[in-house]
């Protein structure tokens, strides 16, 4: 089987920055840290609303990473034109909604959008391979294929909700897989991807791109926080031994 390319999304590394305003944690040093452990690729979601990721971030990210840079974004003229100028390997395009916790389903592809056109002929015209962020489902695999990208990103959340109590949605995205790579376009998948879950969907073949984020951020804060308060503990003992 084909290996399965990586990408680590650090949007939520930036969430805890953004929680004080300050400079740490600092992204782009997780994502060094996150390529040298093995990451293919390297994600992040550059909101309207700038909850988490800054623009500074997609600057200093461009000129940083050593794999290469999946940035998501809607179809905002303002980020497009940014994504252009910085020109990352892959850009993803996602619905977004500011009242939203994260991006709860895929592109709505019912109906033409000279918008979402635009877009992608924008990104493409930059030399950024584009990718659509979509739900598992025949008609948007169909109306991918129309659009002439040549990447979809199958969104895995409802399989994230599901997959404790039954097989439907596994099942939804092997089948979706099945038939978007048969429609000629390569396939990723993500979206509520966790250590518990990511097995079965990192087994189909048809899949060759995950992207996860929280989990693994999640994860990297516990299994961090050892080291983090030793230090500290030895910082605080050693000040207070030398105290007059
Ligand atoms: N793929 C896309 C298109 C996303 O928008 C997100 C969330 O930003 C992810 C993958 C990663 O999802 P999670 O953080 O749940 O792993």
Known sequence: MRPMRLYINIDHVATLRQARRTDEPDPVA???????AGADG???????????????????????????????LATSDEIVEMACALRPH????????REEITTEGGLDLSRPSP???????????AGIRVS???????????ASRSLGVPAVELHTGRYAHTWRSGSAALDGLRQAA??????GLAVHAGHGLTYL?????????????LNIGHSVVSRAVLGGMTVAVRE?????????????
Request: no cysteine; charged share 30%; net charge negative.
């Open 30 to 36: 997780a994502a060094a840290l996150a390529e040298a």
């Open 42 to 72: 390297i994600t992040v979601h550059l909101r309207e609303d700038r909850r988490h990721i800054q623009d500074e971030d997609v600057r200093r990210l461009a000129a940083s990473v050593g794999t290469v840079l999946n940035l998501e």
């Open 90 to 97: 892959q850009a993803t395009l996602v619905p977004e909604r």
């Open 115 to 125: 918008r979402l056109e635009r877009s992608i002929g924008r990104l493409r015209d």
């Open 132 to 142: 659509l962020f979509i739900d598992p489902e025949p008609a948007a695999i169909a």
């Open 178 to 183: 099945a038939e978007a790579r048969a429609a």
């Open 197 to 209: 879950n990511v097995a079965p969907v990192a087994a189909i073949a048809d899949i060759e791109e």
């Open 232 to 244: 500290m503990r030895r910082l605080v003992d050693t000040a207070r031994a030398g105290a007059p």
